[in-house]
């Protein structure tokens, strides 16, 4: 059984940072394009970031300068380090493969818990 668990989330004061990592168990993403996704109170569920199998990264405007993507294969745990936190980071925060860019052999059947994140003024 595939899956995907987030961990690293908690409460931070604006500026402050956070490391948030995501393990996958079932299969291996290094073939994957991987990415965290963010949804805050009443609001759609938005893409943060990706990464490719080769490290090719994006970034939503909102968070470039400010969020790391990382991933490392040997633990297959994909990783997002936050800094210079802002209130409006504060959602809940997911990751899954691309599957618009990724093979079938990267669908997870359903999405994780996710791990909070809140971000006080």
């Known amino acids: 059984q595939v899956q995907l668990v987030e961990s690293g989330g908690g409460s931070v004061q604006a500026g402050g940072s956070l490391k948030l990592s995501c393990a996958a168990s079932?299969?291996?993403?290094?073939?994957?394009?991987m990415a965290w996704y963010r949804q805050g109170p009443g609001k759609e569920r938005e893409l943060v970031s990706t990464i490719t199998p080769i490290e090719t990264t994006t970034y939503a405007d909102s968070v470039k300068g400010r969020f790391t993507i990382s991933q490392d294969n040997a633990k297959n745990t994909l990783y997002l380090q936050m800094n210079s936190l802002k209130t409006e980071d504060t959602a809940v925060y997911y990751c899954?493969?691309?599957?618009?860019?990724?093979?079938?052999?990267?669908?997870?059947?359903?999405w994780g818990q996710g791990t909070q994140v809140t971000v006080s003024s």
């Open positions: 899954a493969a691309d599957m618009g860019y990724s093979g079938s052999w990267c669908y997870v059947p359903r």
């Open positions: 079932g299969y291996s993403f290094s073939n994957c394009r």
